[in-house]
């Protein structure tokens, strides 16, 4: 069974940056993060597909703040998150899935789930 190492997370006051982890056995095909709230839907953050360019996607509320990338030769998974916001407070998780981003992370179907890191944003 994959095991996906969540890390990173803490308590940042607004406008300041954290980097989350997520390691892994070996990088599947997609990966990205997801995010929830309590009592809210999950929110899926950002994707990056496997390939030349590694094409990525963000959800609207994190673009041009938040950038996914990965280590190759690390088998690891990051999330740079720039000018947080309050509203990005939340339990961030790693996905992982070995099917095309369209036929997974994209469709809210991950095979393999982190266990969580918690960020907090305080105004």
């Known amino acids: 069974q994959e095991q996906l190492v969540d890390s990173g997370g803490g308590s940042v006051q607004s406008g300041g940056s954290l980097r989350l982890s997520c390691a892994a056995t070996?990088?599947?095909?997609?990966m990205g993060w997801f995010r929830q709230v309590p009592g809210k839907a999950r929110e899926r953050v950002a994707t990056i597909q496997m390939g030349v360019g590694g094409r990525t996607s963000y959800a609207d509320s994190v673009k041009d703040r938040f950038t996914i990338s990965q280590d190759i030769a690390k088998n690891t998974l990051y999330l740079q998150m720039n000018s947080l916001k309050p509203e990005d407070t939340a339990m961030y998780y790693c996905a992982a899935d070995q099917r095309p981003c369209e036929e997974s992370l994209l469709r809210e179907a991950a095979q393999h789930w982190g266990q969580g890191t918690q960020v907090t944003v305080s105004s």
């Open positions: 070996y990088l599947r095909y997609c």
